[in-house]
């Protein structure tokens, strides 16, 4: 009897050892660096990587390609060991890296590869249809005054894009043109804009170019002969001082920008008339007549936003610009355009 419950015991406890699961040992390494990290193909819109495959004490699950700018990381399941990332802009430079993850721990980066996209060597086409308008945002206004042109024209087509507008005065791009396309908005097939700070009483051949983000610059469209009102008034207004500029969005483009400053004075224009221009980085982002203050702007602009602002009045006479305030933006994977 005794010899038959021994023998039951032990077979029990055979049973239960063998129902007792061993307890694996938690993954506490992460695979090895990716290494030899190298482009194998480069054109205007993509780039083919390559790179040495990791290794790891358990397994390596996948990689993760990405380079700071770009809208995704690009995951690739091991034993791949290339990716090609598109979606890429002409003529740009990505600095690529690329991580091993082994399902719970992730590597740490591969060295990093610098890489420029073929350029885009093609101009736009010109624009055309260029014209007198009378009329911004459905309401009328008056196109032509003493100090101030209003422009449309049929926008222009370009391979790759986004395409700046250059408007010639007598040849020469002006630094005084204002886009009516509010900042963010979308781009239609035609275009409106202001060129200002004209002299009153003088007659101007002008004409506008496209711009590709390549730099390449269209033909000049068909030019048009305008003369602008008279007026005697010489003297321009005292020059505003800018107190605030600054991002207060949500660091999406476009961005806000709070503005603040200071009203000019004018010998002829009352302070209701006298306008002000709004520029960032030399170009005139938004006009504001006969307000000064606290206001809101928008940037399309990631980066440095150097803000200054001048006053004009009714016979175009410019202030000297304002001091400067310079804000970084950033807005991350977001573009505008």
């Not at 990332?85 to 890296?97: D, E």
């Not at 196109?143 to 024209?153: E, V, Y």
């Not at 940037?299 to 001091?323: K, L």
């Amino acid at each position: 009897m005794r010899t038959a419950l021994k023998s039951f015991a032990v077979a029990a406890g055979l049973i239960l050892l063998a129902t007792s699961p061993a307890v694996a040992a938690p993954d506490t390494k992460p695979p090895s660096i990716p290494g030899n990290l190298r482009a194998t193909q480069v054109t205007q819109t993509a780039v083919t990587l390559a790179w040495s495959p990791s290794t790891d004490n358990v397994r390596v699950v996948s990689y993760s390609v990405w380079a700071p700018g770009l809208d995704a990381v690009v995951l690739v399941n091991h034993p791949t060991t290339t990716a090609t990332i598109s979606g890429l802009h002409p003529g740009a430079t990505y600095a690529f890296r690329v991580h091993a993850s082994d399902g719970i721990r992730a590597s740490g980066p591969s060295s990093i590869l610098n890489v420029t996209t073929q350029p885009d060597v093609a101009a736009p086409s010109a624009p055309s249809g260029l014209a007198l308008a009378n009329s911004v945002h459905g309401s009328p206004v008056d196109g032509l005054t003493a100090s101030k042109i209003l422009l449309t024209w049929t926008n222009s087509t370009d391979d790759f894009g986004p395409i700046k507008y250059q408007v010639l005065v007598n040849g020469v791009p002006s630094p005084n043109v204002f886009d009516t396309r509010p900042a963010g908005s979308p781009v239609t097939t035609v275009s409106k804009a202001w060129v200002r700070q004209l002299e009153p009483g003088t007659t101007y051949n002008l004409s506008v170019r496209a711009v590709d983000s390549g730099g390449n610059a269209s033909a000049a469209s068909a030019p048009i002969t305008v003369t602008t009102d008279a007026a005697s008034d010489t003297v321009a207004p005292t020059t505003p001082t800018l107190t605030q500029a600054g991002g207060v969005g949500t660091s999406v483009c476009p961005e806000e920008l709070l503005v603040n400053y200071t009203a000019a004075t004018d010998d002829v224009t009352p302070a209701t008339g006298v306008e002000y221009e709004i520029r960032i980085n030399g170009t005139i982002s938004d006009v504001f007549q006969g307000i000064s203050g606290r206001i809101i702007i928008y940037t399309e602009i990631s980066g440095p936003n150097t803000v200054t602002i001048v006053a004009v009045d009714a016979a175009g006479n410019a202030s000297a610009p304002s001091n400067a305030i310079t804000d970084n933006i950033q807005w991350g994977i977001s573009y505008c355009g």
